[in-house]
């Protein structure tokens, strides 16, 4: 079964050709999309940013699944019967508490591995590789973070916010600690997707390459 991610460096909305794309990969479902997310004041408000790109495209079904304050039950048994996935954007150590160290992580892999489309937004982007990396930028604390994520993709890593957050120096200290990988930076309003595990497609303001010292623009 094919798998496919969807990584975007800012938070929503899809950018066109991938929500096409996301799309047509649930297309073989009638199931809703599920839309995880950690809960914020207005966040009813702020889902059609979400979901816009998907309703013109004739998506009008979603599970809107806020956390913490929703049972995991209840978050699992959407996953269940999603034809697709979509992970917020916010606070990425709350992102990692809230699902990588549930059992919420165990069914998105499930379903990622079914076939199912996952697209993580910022924060959910981070947490769907397997070494989730927090900017200084990202966090309270101030410093370069690691913890563990999803793992959907093993061998990449990422920043987000990569040009606005002139994060070059982050992307580059992340490749130190962790060899053996392919290392990206991703603008806002920038998507990359990946087809079993290999990128595939980009589209957007920016995407970036590090690879022998050196960061190229690569769309």
Not at 184 to 202: A, K, Q, R, V
Request: aromatic residues 10%; hydrophobic residues 35%; proline residues 4%.
């Amino acid at each position: 079964m094919d798998k496919h991610l969807f990584l975007f460096g800012g938070g929503p909305p899809f950018t066109l050709n991938m929500a096409k794309l996301f799309v047509r990969k649930t297309s073989h479902s009638k199931e809703p999309i599920s839309i995880l997310f950690v809960e914020r004041d207005g966040w009813e408000e702020y889902m059609p940013v979400y979901t816009q790109a998907l309703e013109d495209l004739g998506i009008n079904d979603f599970h809107y699944l806020p956390l913490p304050n929703i049972p995991i039950e209840q978050v699992i048994e959407c996953l269940t019967k999603s034809s697709g996935i979509i992970i917020g954007g916010g606070d990425t150590n709350l992102y990692a508490d809230y699902i990588v160290e549930t059992e919420i992580s165990n069914i998105i892999k499930e379903r990622y591995k079914s076939g199912i489309p996952v697209a993580g937004f910022s924060a959910g982007a981070l947490i769907s590789l397997e070494q989730c990396i927090i900017s200084p930028k990202d966090n309270a604390q101030n410093e370069f973070q690691q913890r563990k994520g999803l793992g959907l993709l093993s061998n990449v890593l990422i920043a987000v916010h990569f040009s606005e957050w002139k994060d070059e120096d982050h992307l580059r200290n992340a490749a130190v600690h962790f060899n053996g990988h392919v290392n990206y930076g991703i603008d806002e309003s920038t998507g990359m997707y990946f087809l079993n595990g290999h990128l595939e497609s980009t589209e957007g303001k920016g995407v970036y390459r590090l690879e022998n010292g050196m960061i190229n623009k690569i769309n």
